[in-house]
């Protein structure tokens, strides 16, 4: 074995033992990661070929990038959400378990109303809510950003996943002027405050652009509250905004019809009509 290499079981236990005094949850787990994404094999394979000799050099330029909390997912290039993997670039928000709820909301919204002809994804990021949802209802999809280079990430995703989505470059708000009657809006919004405490793979790795919304985060439900024409809206909101963002809306003469909690109980989701 030449002084460069070493068994990968070795390996992944150094890494182990790094990440865990660096603090990061699942050390063993994200070392198996981190030598997945290197070796470009599978999560299995990397577990059944301990024996395997490695190069050190490229498994330890990751590892020391995850130490400086750079997410797993940038790191990795992808991941999953609604059971499909999406490519992930810092670009893009990192697609979050909880807006699965959103998907699942509009799947029920849209399987329950035959009049909703057409879904309008506002800030579609890496475009992980107009894929899922055009994997799941037969309904023309239209995913709007304002960031050209989210978009291109969006487009990627949809082509790899096999899915005809209209992309749209723009402010989405302003662009929902033109929303029609029968168009379900969904969004997954920035909704963090200025000050709010924030993990560093979040704080110093996300687009400020997808996290920011002014100082309570609020500042995009206000927008929306006042757009016109009104079409039926989904939002997902923060941990503990569900009473301030539902008064916003409903003292704008919305109203508040549905609210869809996570596991934990926490309102993730809240649904809207004119
Ligand atoms: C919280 S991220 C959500 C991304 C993705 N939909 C998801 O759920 O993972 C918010 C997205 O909204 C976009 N965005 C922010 N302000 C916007 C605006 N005024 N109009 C359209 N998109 C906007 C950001 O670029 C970002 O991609």
């Known amino acids: 074995m030449s002084a460069d290499e070493l068994r990968l079981s070795d390996w992944l236990f150094e890494a182990s033992a790094r990440l865990t005094r660096a603090g990061i949850d699942s050390p063993v787990i994200e070392a198996q990661l981190l ?22 050099a490229l498994l330890d330029a990751l590892l020391e990038r995850r130490l400086a909390r750079e997410p797993i997912a940038y790191l990795l290039g992808r991941r999953e959400f609604f059971g499909l993997m999406f490519e992930v670039s810092p670009a893009v928000l990192i697609p979050r378990p909880e807006t699965e709820f959103l998907v699942e909301a509009a799947v029920q919204w849209v399987r329950k109303d035959p009049s ?15 894929v899922s949802v055009a994997h799941r209802l037969p309904l023309p999809v239209v995913a709007i950003d304002v960031s050209a280079a ?15 989505i209209e992309f749209v470059e ?26 709010d405490p924030l993990e560093p793979e979040i704080r110093d790795y996300e687009p400020s652009i997808a996290l920011f919304a002014g100082v309570d985060g609020l ?19 923060g941990w ?18 549905e609210s869809w909690r996570d596991y934990a109980g926490i309102v993730r989701v809240l649904g809207f009509r004119p």
Do not use: K
């Not at 500042?219 to 909101?237: C, G, N, Q, S, V």
């Open 240 to 257: 503990g905004q569900d009473a301030a963002v539902a008064g916003l809306f409903e003292s704008a003469g919305w109203r508040h019809i």
């Open 35 to 56: 030598a997945s994404g290197v070796l470009g094999w599978s999560r299995s394979e990397v577990l059944t070929r301990g024996d395997q000799r490695v190069e050190r």
């Open 150 to 164: 989210a978009l291109a990430v969006a487009r990627r995703n949809a082509e790899a996943l096999g899915v005809t």
């Open 116 to 130: 909703l002809a057409r879904i309008v994804d506002v800030g579609t990021g890496s475009g992980c809510i107009a």
């Open 219 to 237: 500042d995009f439900y206000r927008r929306l509250a006042r757009i016109e024409p009104r079409p039926p809206l989904l939002m997902e909101i």
């Open 170 to 195: 723009a402010d989405g708000i302003a662009w929902l002027e033109s929303a029609l009657p029968t168009d379900l809006v969904v969004t997954n919004p920035p909704y963090v405050g200025f000050s």
